[in-house]
């Protein structure tokens, strides 16, 4: 099994930026989407669309958490 990544500042920036709708709106991205991002933005190149696609997911997931505990 690989070693975990640790994302750096600059592409956890650039997911953030180019996904921004989909943090928002809760939506995992799709193949195409992911595949667009890592053309886009060089930090990402070294990664598959699966490896961006859940490194999103789990930008959702805290974002979903932050929310809910400003509400609770």
Same mark, same amino acid.
Request: aromatic content about 10%; proline content about 3%; hydrophobic content about 30%.
């Given at each position: 099994m690989p070693a975990r @990544?640790?994302?750096?500042?600059e592409e956890k920036g650039a997911?953030? !930026?180019?996904f921004r !709708?989909?943090?928002a709106?809760?939506?995992?991205?799709r193949q195409l989407n992911c595949l667009t991002a890592? &053309? &886009?933005e060089p930090c990402l &190149? !070294?990664?598959t669309w699966k490896q961006i696609k859940?490194?999103?997911k789990n930008l959702i997931t805290t974002h979903q958490r932050q929310l809910? &505990?400003? @509400?609770?």
């Open positions: @990544h640790q994302w750096t500042l997911l953030k !930026k180019h !709708k989909d943090i709106s809760g939506q995992t991205p890592i &053309k &886009k &190149k !070294k990664f859940f490194a999103v809910q &505990k400003l @509400h609770d």
